[in-house]
């Protein structure tokens, strides 16, 4: 005989997930419709020039030291790994190219993308979170100004455009760094470690990293602004958005990671 709790714990199982489904739906739609919302705003971004250089100092040029420090590490691991991944398989000259492939192609915008998320998406997240629970939102739609346009606009498209900086600098950081790693911990020469890259080098690498790119600044820009949009609940409602912006910035920018793979590579 079965117990009750057992034939009830399917049911409720599905009905969650079913839940999780629809809010995930729900979630993305939402988003998605601001972003459209956001592009159209973007024929008065001359106009408002102003406020998106503001937030390209804020969220471009202000993550430069950390977009630095963690390229020059990703480098420097990088090379490291290559080295015991490589050794007795590939000669040992072929570690730079090795090295610019994985941090051109992955390493260098993923892992600067996710360094955006945390500082950049839930800063917005917050900032317009706040804005929404102390009702200034609702003061400027009352005054008609639209948040969309003096809020949303501004930030979507100075992370657009700053995060490809930030992902060249990264990659270049992360070669010297890799560069450094193989010279003084590794026996190589300067010349054995870059000479190689001319020959496998491909435009369509950096191509593909740029792509990744704009991908990824569109997606934390987003999300931070829908989130500060919809935050509900007083103090603990920012909190509890700051943490839903950079945990779904993270999760949507490692499936797109996926998703452009397929289609570029």
């Known amino acids: 005989m079965k117990s009750p709790v057992n034939q009830t714990t399917l049911p409720d199982t599905i009905a969650r997930v079913g839940q999780l489904a629809l809010d995930f739906f729900n979630e993305a739609g939402t988003a998605a419709i601001l972003m459209f919302r956001i592009l159209a705003g973007g024929k008065n971004l001359w106009k408002d020039r102003k406020l998106f250089f503001e937030q390209a100092l804020r969220q471009g040029v202000r993550s430069l030291p950390l977009v630095m420090l963690v390229g020059i590490f990703t480098g420097a691991v990088t090379a490291w790994q290559?080295?015991?991944?490589?050794?007795?398989?590939?000669?040992?000259?072929?570690?730079?190219?090795?090295?610019?492939?994985?941090?051109?192609?992955?390493?260098?915008?993923v892992l600067t993308a996710l360094i955006i998320a945390g500082r950049v998406s839930a800063s917005i997240a917050a900032e317009l979170g706040t804005m929404r629970v102390t009702e200034q939102i609702d003061a400027l739609e009352s005054m008609g100004i639209s948040p969309i346009r003096f809020l949303a606009v501004p930030?979507?498209?100075?992370?657009?455009?700053?995060m490809p900086v930030l992902v060249v600098l990264a990659d270049f950081i992360a070669m010297v760094g890799a560069s450094f790693v193989a010279t003084?911990?590794?026996g190589m020469t300067a010349a054995m470690f870059w000479n190689q890259i001319p020959t496998f080098f491909e435009v369509f690498d950096i191509v593909a990293g740029l792509?990744?790119?704009?991908?990824?600044?569109?997606?934390?820009?987003?999300?931070?602004?829908?989130?500060?949009?919809?935050?509900?609940?007083?103090?603990?409602?920012?909190?509890?958005?700051?943490?839903?912006?950079?945990?779904?910035?993270?999760?949507?920018?490692?499936?797109?990671?996926?998703?452009?793979?397929?289609?570029?590579?």
């Open 211 to 265: 792509i990744k790119a704009f991908v990824f600044g569109a997606i934390t820009a987003v999300m931070g602004c829908h989130i500060g949009f919809t935050t509900r609940g007083g103090a603990e409602g920012v909190g509890m958005a700051t943490i839903r912006a950079f945990v779904w910035s993270c999760l949507l920018i490692l499936v797109m990671d996926y998703v452009l793979a397929m289609i570029l590579f």
């Open 82 to 109: 290559g080295n015991y991944q490589l050794k007795g398989y590939v000669p040992l000259q072929y570690l730079g190219v090795a090295t610019l492939k994985a941090v051109v192609i992955e390493l260098g915008p």
């Open 184 to 186: 003084a911990l590794l």
């Open 155 to 162: 930030r979507f498209f100075a992370n657009l455009l700053m």
